[in-house]
């Protein structure tokens, strides 16, 4: 079994940054992704970054390139989402999870994902 325990959410400022941890514990797979997901309210829930267990490949959607930088920990079982310039659209529970087998575009879809943590608010205003 795996979980996940997401951190670092809050309210900021348009413009502002916040940088949101994820720790997994358990069994945890060296061929895994992780990944960041984001769920406002009325809207399903859509991909916003991916990374591989060695953290030298990472995915982005269009709208987190340039801003959001993913990044793995030195411990491999620790995953950050530094986000900078935010936008009062970037306003969604941010959830983090665990891909023991996506690759490429696969890693961009939910479905691919077998563990997710509880989530963590990220307000930001106008």
């Known amino acids: 079994q795996v979980q996940l325990v997401e951190s670092g959410g809050g309210l900021v400022q348009a413009g502002g940054s916040l940088r949101l941890s994820c720790a997994a514990s358990?069994?945890?797979?060296?061929?895994?992704?992780m990944g960041w997901f984001r769920q406002a309210p009325g809207k399903v829930r859509e991909f916003v970054a991916a990374i591989n267990w060695s953290g030298d490949t990472t995915y982005y959607t269009d709208s987190a390139k340039g801003r959001f930088t993913i990044s793995r920990g030195n411990a491999k079982n620790t995953v950050f989402l530094q986000m900078s310039s935010l936008k009062p659209e970037d306003t969604a529970v941010y959830y983090c999870?665990?891909?023991?087998?996506?690759?490429?575009?696969?890693?961009?879809?939910?479905?691919?994902?077998?563990?997710w943590g509880q989530g963590t608010q990220v307000t930001v205003s106008s």
């Open positions: 999870a665990l891909s023991a087998e996506c690759s490429g575009n696969g890693c961009q879809s939910p479905l691919r994902y077998a563990y």
């Open positions: 358990g069994r945890t797979f060296i061929t895994s992704r």
